[in-house]
């Protein structure tokens, strides 16, 4: 596909008016900060193609959608992410045209997305229909360092034009869900209203009773000088605002700045919203723009100071991985437990808006390992408070004896998805959670939350698998794996496998608990009720009798039964104009074929390294990595890292490149329905531990840094127990900086290397 936006290593730029990539650049320049976000539509409206939307973290629907094939186990409702009303809206009005750029001549147009400001800025001239030239510029803030906070800078300067310009900002609740329900209102108006300076609307989900307030003030400047020309009030039934204008001749500047407060139902009391909206767009607009602004500068520095990976050499590739981090932290604060991180963020309405096992598989070992802050500690929180909706998802599915199976698809911890191959299939879910928990690993988080959830998920475990009789080994049947174009199999061997090693991690710790943390043992087996020599000896069973399927001849393991039944080729002999396959095969072709959706086996291999000799990765790898086509955005960041360490740079690099560039180049040919968010961080992982080769085995710190072709170097910090380090790989070596914390000993290539504060060693 043809590249349209520029390269640069700090912005995003798109430098002319691309009206058939229109919801494509929507989801690019995605602003968000956490607490609210939304797509990169144009301020005033636009009559074409476009996708607006608008999300406030936290705040979800039920949708009435029951599937014709409910079974028992499927929700009644199934909760998803609305479209919030529209909050950004402002209105260009002359004497009788509005403009709208679908209708008007685009003369220029430049859109930027400066990611370390985070700020979006847009230049255009434009020509009405009568002839009126104006050029427009307008800066848009999802305030950082204020998370409630929305701020617009929206001027108009004419160019030929004589006569009135009106700016006219509203808040707008008269929303749909464009994605999935068009016709279906979502919110309800509870109250609306305007004063002298404040404009204010107050809505609530239809069917769940989640609310939000929007307030908005704003400044009118012509000629950079405030004017206070009396407001036209805008009192609709779901709309709220102003109408700003003023006598204008060619090269006069207006402006309008827009004070937003979004404030909702998760962190204020009902009654409050209205009054703790109209106050903090009051403050905004005492505070002012540059005040502002400055603030939200300071807080993406302290970001950037923090989780910057500097790449030096290949502009492509530093953008790439720049904008991944700068959408993970416009998506997810990390300071609330309650909340987590959806596929598409704030950027749209795909999957729901829910939480994914992707979290656990990309954001926790990035939040761990990039910020001293307790994000990644959050964000398993979040797992350990919604255990007795996963032990209730189970019961649903006949398991018993607290036996917990977390959801495919949630927000509140019920699960929400309505593909029977996925919810009822896609169990290996369960074993990423202990997965993740497993890598925090401080022993405190696990004493007090973590095992209990161990315990939870080894019970489902040890209730799913099967003992075979002809094998006389324990099977686990009718399952879907990691790679979703395989339905409905036996033993796939990630899960089988990924089920061992949970339940080893469970006993491992139920021991060390006990011995370390006597009190806190005691408690877990009251409130779980463990019978520890019953329950350890069943599971220790399973451990030892689990069935693997391998091929000996090959000296790979085997996907699922059944798989080396089908004709085994490379993507290579699927043609190009049919790629995605998922947009142009039927399912029934799918699932026929050998071709594998994402890394199945060998997420096995990456997760559970430490396990398995380089030669085994090595022919796994060589078998499977060709039969991929990599159509989930969570495939390319595990097989680049495979592939680092394999010595297979080239194949890594161009897999970097598929999981940086994802979304900017559109690869997936999907990213007008938002970015990939979850699996932004498997770019920076494919650096960290791909790239230079970080591992943490038997407790310890190791790197094998490679230095990749067309790369000079690179450069990035990571924080491990404690300890800030800085990593820097040239061509002339590799850095390794301690840069707070107690002195340690890392490998570095094979070798022992002591760091201590404000050295640095080679």
Known sequence: MKKYLKT???????????????????????????????????????????????????????????????????PQFYTRIPNAPDWSSISLRLIDEELDLAQWDVDSFNRRLDMKAGISYRDAEVTSPRGNKLRLHVEHIANMAHPNLCLIKYSVTSVNYTGKVSLVPILDGDTANPVRHPDEKIWNILRSGTTSDCAYLWTQTRREDAQICYAMTYRFFKNNKETFANPIRIEKEKQAGFSVGTEVKP?????????????????????DLIEASVAEARNAQSTGWDALEQEHRNAWQEIWDETDVSIE??????????????????????????????????????????TYWNTELCCVPFFLLSTPKKIAENLLIYRYKQLPKAIENARKLGFDHGAAL????????????????????????????????????????????????????SRF?????????????YVILGVTGPDEYENNVNNNWYTNYSCMRCLETTLSFLEIIARQYPDEYARICSITNLNYTEESERWRDIIERMYLPEDPERGIFIQNDGYMDK????????????????QYWSWDRILRSCYIKQSDVLLGLYLYYFNFDRETIRRNFDFYEPMTVHESSLSPCVHSILAASLGKLEKAQELYRRTARLDLDNINNDTCDGLHITSMAGSWLSIVQGFAGMRTLTGS??????????????????VYRGRLIEVSVSREG??????????????????????APAEADA
């Open 251 to 271: 090269g006069d500047t207006v402006t309008l700045v827009k004070y937003i407060a979004i404030a909702s139902s998760l962190y204020y009391e009902r009654q």
């Open 567 to 582: 004709v085994l080729q490379s993507t290579d002999a699927i043609p190009a104009g049919e790629r995605p396959i998922n």
């Open 461 to 473: 475990w040890s209730q799913r698998v099967s003992f075979s009789q002809p094998k006389q080994k």
């Open 8 to 74: 640069d290593e700090w912005n995003i730029i798109e430098d002319s008016f691309q009206a058939d990539r229109m919801r494509w650049s929507e989801s690019i320049f995605s602003l968000g900060n956490g607490r609210f976000g939304q797509r990169g539509h144009f301020e005033e409206p636009y009559s074409s193609d476009s996708y607006r939307g608008a999300f406030v973290a936290g705040i979800t629907f039920l949708d009435k959608t029951r599937v014709g094939w409910w079974k028992n186990g499927f």
């Open 406 to 457: 977390f959801p495919q698809v949630t927000s509140n911890g019920e699960e929400c998805h309505s593909e029977w191959e996925i919810t009822f299939e896609e169990v290996h879910r369960n074993n990423m959670i202990v997965y993740a928990i497993l890598q925090h690993a401080t022993l405190d988080y696990i004493a007090h939350y973590g095992l209990e959830v161990m315990i939870a998920v």
């Open 734 to 755: 590799t850095g390794l900086k301690l840069l707070s914390g107690e002195a340690l000993t890392v490998m570095l290539h094979g070798h022992e290397v002591r760091l």
């Open 313 to 354: 050499g290949d502009p492509e590739a530093q953008q790439g991985i720049r904008y991944n981090i700068f959408q993970l932290y416009q998506t997810y604060r990390g300071d609330d437990p309650r909340l987590n991180i959806g596929p598409k963020g704030f950027t749209g309405e795909k999957y729901g808006g829910n």
């Open 701 to 718: 710190l190791s790197f094998d840094p490679q230095l990749p072709d067309g790369w000079d170097g690179y450069a990035f910090k990571i």
